[in-house]
């Protein structure tokens, strides 16, 4: 069955399956936990939502809430996926990032609701002070992006579409250990940060957890953290990884790896074994609803026998089908 063609039945099973959920703020007002284990009180299904995170802005067009997001994040044009999908979002408001939110603009657009990222606390209890509720979201593992997922479906009133893309979520990471559980090899895998390839991801990154699901063994595995982290071209030497890649949003290229002299004795620029997640959709390398493309894709680059690239192809045109109304071109998707 196609997938297009599925999602209206997983929706309708999700009716009859899924246990109850607390009464929307229409009949009371609803009490969540946001991810910062704060409190936060929903009133009614908001129809005004600010989202200042490109994660949740990708989260909410996937549940549908696209036609209610009122101001996102900054740098909307740089994003494909509002292009394919949303092309709305791109004449929105923007809020500003994490590291400049605009708290005065967000105001004004008279919020209903609005989603930020864990790191920006302090915005969000100026935000609740004024009566605006603020849902803090931190997808840094498989298990976050679930839960997120299913509580900006609940805030939202969106639950069943959260419970179709957390159900699709899940089964795409069975699937995919399946796939690798027999693996008699496993390769060094260095991902490089989005700005420089001499940081990578440590151990506690989502990246890292891409790596490993894909079958690989993360370079930077021993480094402790969770975000990029800077190393020295003698660090990355004595990984001697097998694999190097370069994460879909990265400022500099495959070309640039392979003329760096300094990386010349380096296993994967040796074999030439440097690839480009591709870049043309999401950030495949991000804790964002398509993320389980990037474990297919990876996996297609570290074990093509076990999944062909061709397998990433379809299983990525039908997930922009089901979940974004969105055509893709799986041509661009390759090493």
Sequence with gaps: ?????????????????????????????????????????V??????????????????????????????EAKADSRPLYKLAAPRLLDLPN??????????????????????PKRLTAAADTLTEIGIPVVLVSPESHG???EMIALLGAATGAQRFAKALTDYYIQELAAIRGLTQGLESRPVVY?????SYLATAPKDMYQASLIEAAGGVN???????????????????????????IPAEASYTKADILADAQLADVKAVEEKRVYQMPKDFEA?????????????????VLHEDVHPMEATQVEAQAFYRTFYGAEIDTALIGK
Excluded at 99 to 112: M, Q, S, V
Excluded at 284 to 300: K, N, T, Y
């Design 1 to 41: 069955m196609k997938r297009n063609a599925l999602l209206p039945l997983v929706l309708a099973l999700a009716t009859v399956f899924m246990p109850a959920l607390p009464a929307l703020a229409s009949e009371a007002p609803l009490t969540l936990t946001d991810q910062a284990g704060r409190e936060v009180v």
């Design 43 to 72: 009133f009614g299904e908001p129809q005004r939502i600010v989202s200042g995170y490109y994660i949740s802005s990708s989260a909410c067009v996937a549940l549908g809430l696209g036609d209610r997001l009122v101001g996102i």
């Design 95 to 116: 809020v500003g990032s994490a590291k400049e939110f605009d708290l005065e603009g967000c105001i004004a657009l008279e919020p209903d609701l609005v989603i930020l």
């Design 144 to 146: 976050e992006l679930v």
């Design 191 to 195: 991902m490089g940060a989005n700005n």
């Design 219 to 245: 370079a930077g595995g021993e480094l402790d953290g969770d975000s990029w982290t800077e190393v020295s071209y003698e660090q990355l030497l004595a990984w001697n990884p097998e694999v190097l890649v």
């Design 284 to 300: 495949w390398d991000s804790p964002v609803p398509s993320c389980a493309l990037g474990f297919r894709w990876l996996l297609s």
